[in-house]
Structure formats: structure tokens, C-alpha cells
């Protein structure tokens, strides 16, 4: 396969495990085995003490897929595969894909979404969310105007990473009335699914939505577990669930037992797990909104609407890439840059899901004061 190098991994590689602090992780603060294991449900507890550490099936533990499926409206755990989230993305579009599709994909997004169709041999339109009056925007018409006779994927992330982009609830349904009246495949990439910001404001799954939605989430984002490696797919589409399934023998064949159980008792504290990252999201959220409004002469702010990051703008005085390189060597402080996502216009990513964010911008503080 001839395909590029993955910007965003390479330049964590480099800075996520040798700079002090990090401004730009997209997931929320990870919990301790203790924390988990302390809220855990006597079944579960039952589970882990009695884990034999042998292969587990290769569509998920029925008792997780189970919880999984209480996530959804219409969607049931026969529905549901787990996968490493990053697996999931590459085995669909090779269960869906072939050389001559063309997919509509949002722009900007995490590249394994946009690089395993161009490898396949797909063209791609990038559907791209713009800033307008400092408020971000995706343009529905264009989306409909760039459906073409070959097009047989559109490919979603909302919440919108890095940007925080969310849809209303209106315009989420015409996205999903655009795929249904052309017979489009609905890849919908949610792993920041339910970190709206507001109450009301969330969307449905996809595969809830619509009958060929695919929604791919997990545990790293929203429930504070990247170290699980745990995901899932969910779709309605039987036929595309046993072409995964028989991929996924050529890939991982079956997930972690450990993090299986694990994953379960996740899922069973998830009104807990999801209360306190929503309260840190919004609590750090302010911080940001104060810091950086307040230095309106070096910065845009732009207001998310849901997920775990931010997408600020630099003064067009300033080079972001250049600046983004001095603070991880000056204050030891990463921050993912917006080239990173090969998108122009002097961008930067923050994230807002970690207990020590004030604590980076106040670091941040005579750094920027200096510089204006």
C-alpha cells in the first residue's frame, strides 16, 4: 500500500512523551485502574477476578456489546463489532471502497479518514469546514452540488476535530436526507460523540439515523480510556458487518480480554464518567475563552460546540508553525499546529480535556504577553 506519512502520529511521536506540558491532546483526562475499578459493578468485579487471559471473540464480549447497544436507539448489539478504533476506519473502507469511487469527506479531519481511500484508489472532494464572522461553518449546498455518479461514501466527524465544529440537529438530518436520496454510505467517525457542550445540542448516531450509517466510536475520547485500545463499529447494514468481520480476521482477529472487562465496567459508570469530563470540558473551555479573547490582538477565538478541542487562530503577524516550535523548545509545551491537519490559515489545536489546562496557560501567559 502507498500511502503517506501520518502527520498528526509522527509529530506526537516526536513531542507527547519528552515535552512537560501538552496543549493539543484531544482526549480527556485518563483514568487510573483504581478509579475504574473501584465503581465497578459486582459482575464485572467477578469478571476481572476471574479472567482467564485466552482469545475472546472475535465480534466482542456479548456482556460489552450488550452495554454498547444501550448507547444507541435502534441499533443492537448484533449490530456492533469492537475493533481498535484506528482499525476500524482502515476495514471499513476496504470492506466499501474500490479504485474509481469517489467519497465526500469533511476537511479538515484525522488523516486516516482521507488517506485509506486515496490509497485505495478513490478520488476524494474535500467538504471543508470554513471559518465565517469567527464562527465555524459547513456548507450543506456544497455538499450536494459535488455528488457525483461515481460518489458512494461521505465521510463525518462530529463533533469536529480539531475545531469543535457541531451541526444543529436540523442540519445533521438534511446531511442524513442528502445520503438517503443518493444511496451514499454515511461513515461517521463519532469519537467525541455525546461532549456536547450544551444540553440538547447532540446528535444522533448514524447508525441509529440511517440504515447505512456506519458510526465508529470508543472509550479513548469520551470515557477517558485511550490506553484500552477498545472501539466499535455500528451499523444496520448485515452484509457489510460480515465483510468486517472477515477482514478483522487479517488484522487484530479478536480484542483484549483484559481490556474487554474493563471496557464493561466503563460503560456501566458511563453517567458518572461522562458527567466529569463534560464539567472539566466546560470549566476549561471558559479558561480558554478568557485567555484568549483577552489577547484579541494575537488571537481569533472561535467558540466549539461540542468535543474535547478547539481550533484558534493566530495573528496573520505571526507564523504559527514558527511559533509552535519555539514554546515546545522555550516552555517545553506542545502544541499541534495547523498544517499538522494540512489546513491553511495559521491555526493551531488546544485541547480541553485534561485536569492541567489552566496550568499550561498560565505558563502560556508571559510567554504571550511578551510577544504582543
Known sequence: ??????????????????????LSPSDCESLTMQELIEKADQESLDLWNNL??????????????????????????????????????????????????????????????????????????????EERSQKWHLDLEYLEKNINTDTKMIVLNFPHNPTGYLPTIEEFHRIIEIARQHDLYLFSDEMYWLLDHQEGTGLPAAADAYKKGISLFGLSKTFSLPGLRL??????????????????????????????????????QKEDILKANKDRIRENLAAARS???KRDNLFTWLEPRGGSTAFVRLNPKYDVEELCENI????SIMIVPGGIFDYAGNYFRIGLGRNDFKTILHELEEYFDQLA
Open 291 to 293: 485567555f484568549f479573547t
Open 231 to 268: 472501539g466499535w463499529l455500528a451499523t444496520r447494514e448485515d452484509e457489510l458487518l460480515k465483510k468486517i468481520s472477515v477482514l478483522k480476521d487479517y488484522t487484530t482477529i479478536c480484542g483484549s480480554a483484559p481490556s474487554e472487562i474493563l471496557a464493561i465496567m466503563a460503560l456501566r
Open 328 to 331: 515546545v523548545q522555550e516552555k
Open 1 to 22: 500500500m502507498n500511502i503517506n506519512e501520518f502527520k498528526l502520529e509522527r509529530y506526537f511521536a516526536i513531542h507527547e512523551f519528552s515535552a512537560k506540558y501538552l
Open 52 to 129: 482467564k487471559l485466552g482469545y475472546t471473540e472475535s465480534k466482542g464480549h456479548p456482556l460489552l456489546r450488550e452495554e454498547i447497544a444501550k448507547l444507541y436507539n435502534h441499533t443492537s448489539a448484533e449490530d456492533v463489532i469492537t475493533i481498535v478504533p484506528e482499525e476500524g476506519i482502515f476495514i471499513t473502507m476496504h470492506a466499501l471502497l474500490e479504485q474509481g469511487d469517489h467519497v465526500i469527506i469533511i476537511d479538515p479531519a484525522y488523516q486516516s479518514l482521507v488517506e485509506i481511500p486515496r490509497a485505495i484508489g478513490c478520488s476524494i472532494t474535500n467538504w471543508r469546514v
